[in-house]
C-alpha cells in the first residue's frame, strides 16, 4: 500500500455531508456500528487497512487474486455506512460493463440493501457519455450525438483518403483508424500531434487527415469510442465551472485495475481529484492488459 499516487498534496478532507442522499433517510440511520462491523469480517490485515485507510491520495498495488477489488468495494460500502459520502458523491470507475455490475452487486451485498443512487460507478467511457451528453453543446455537439462503430470509423477515414488522392492500398484506413484511436488514448486532438507521429501516415498527412475526420464527426453530431474520453478532457479544460461542478461532486473516487489505465484516463482523472485529493487507486503493476495502448 503506497500513499499519493498523484501527488494532489495534503488538504483536509472535507466534513461528513449532511445534505440528502440517494440512499433512504430510514436506511441511512439503521446503518450503525454494528452493521459496520461484518463488514469487515475475513478481510486479512492488508484488506483491512486499504479499507480503513485515511482520506487523500491512496494506491493499493497487489498481485492477482489477493483480494484487491474485495478492498475497494468494502472502502465504498464502508464510506456510505460510516457517513464519509453518499452514493452519488462516489466516482468509482473500472474498465468493463460486467466488472461495474459486480462492483455495484458486492456493495450491495456488503451493505445488505441495494444501494440506489451510485449512478457513477461505471467504466470511463460510460461517464464520460453522461457528461458528454449534459454539456454536449460546449463540445460542439448536440446532446442526441452517436457513437461511431469501428466499420462507420473506417468508412469515415476512407472518404478523407480517397478525397486526397491518397493511395489506399499504400496507406489503409484501418491504419489511420489505428493511429487515431492511439493518439486519442495519449490526450491528444489534432492540434497536438507532433510532426514526427503525423508523419507515421502517408507521408506525413496523418495529422491533415486526422483534423478532417474530426471535422467531418462534428458535421456528423458523432462521435467514436476514443472521443468520449478526449472530448471529456476539454470540456473540463476549456470550461473551468463545468470542471468545479464534477470535482465538487465526487468526494471520493475510486478506480479499479488501475495498471490498465492510459494517458487520457489519467489525466482525466488528476483534473477530477484535484478538488477533495480522495481518490483510491487499486491495481497489480505486473499484469496490464491494456499495455498495447
Not at 461511431?148 to 496507406?171: C, M, S
Request: net charge negative; proline share 4%.
Amino acid at each position: 500500500m503506497e500513499n499519493d499516487p498523484f501527488d494532489l498534496g495534503s488538504d483536509t478532507p472535507p466534513p461528513p455531508p449532511t445534505q440528502a442522499g440517494s440512499i433512504s433517510a430510514a436506511a441511512r440511520a439503521s446503518m450503525d456500528a454494528r452493521r459496520v462491523g461484518p463488514m469487515l469480517d475475513g478481510l486479512n490485515d492488508e484488506q483491512r487497512a486499504a479499507v480503513l485507510a485515511d482520506d487523500g491520495p491512496l494506491l493499493l498495488l497487489a498481485g492477482a487474486g489477493t483480494g484487491k477489488t474485495r478492498a475497494l468495494t468494502t472502502r465504498i460500502a464502508h464510506k456510505i455506512a460510516t457517513g464519509q459520502a453518499w452514493p452519488s458523491q462516489i466516482l468509482a470507475v473500472t474498465f468493463t460493463n460486467k466488472a461495474a455490475r459486480e462492483m455495484k452487486e458486492r456493495i450491495s451485498s456488503l451493505m445488505g440493501e441495494t444501494v440506489e443512487g451510485m449512478g457513477w460507478l461505471g467504466t470511463f467511457h460510460s461517464i464520460s457519455v453522461r457528461i458528454l451528453r449534459r454539456h454536449a453543446e460546449l463540445v460542439d455537439l448536440r446532446p442526441d450525438f452517436t457513437i461511431l462503430d469501428t466499420d462507420d470509423q473506417i468508412r469515415l477515414i476512407k472518404q478523407i483518403i480517397q478525397a486526397e488522392n491518397i493511395d489506399e492500398k499504400r496507406w489503409p484506413a484501418r491504419q489511420m483508424a489505428g493511429l487515431i484511436d492511439r493518439w486519442k488514448n495519449r490526450g491528444w486532438g489534432p492540434e497536438d500531434v507532433p510532426d514526427s507521429e503525423s508523419g507515421f501516415f502517408a507521408n506525413g498527412l496523418g495529422g491533415k487527415i486526422y483534423t478532417q475526420y474530426q471535422q467531418r464527426l462534428k458535421i456528423l453530431n458523432a462521435t467514436d469510442f476514443g472521443d468520449l474520453l478526449l472530448e471529456c478532457l476539454r470540456l473540463f479544460r476549456e470550461n473551468d465551472a463545468v470542471l468545479v461542478e464534477y470535482q465538487n461532486k465526487f468526494k471520493h473516487i475510486l478506480v479499479d485495475e488501475y495498471q490498465d489505465t492510459n494517458a487520457v484516463q489519467y489525466l482525466w482523472l488528476r483534473l477530477l481529484a484535484q478538488a477533495h485529493n480522495n481518490i483510491c487507486c487499486v491495481g497489480d503493476d505486473d499484469q496490464s492488459i491494456y499495455g498495447w495502448r
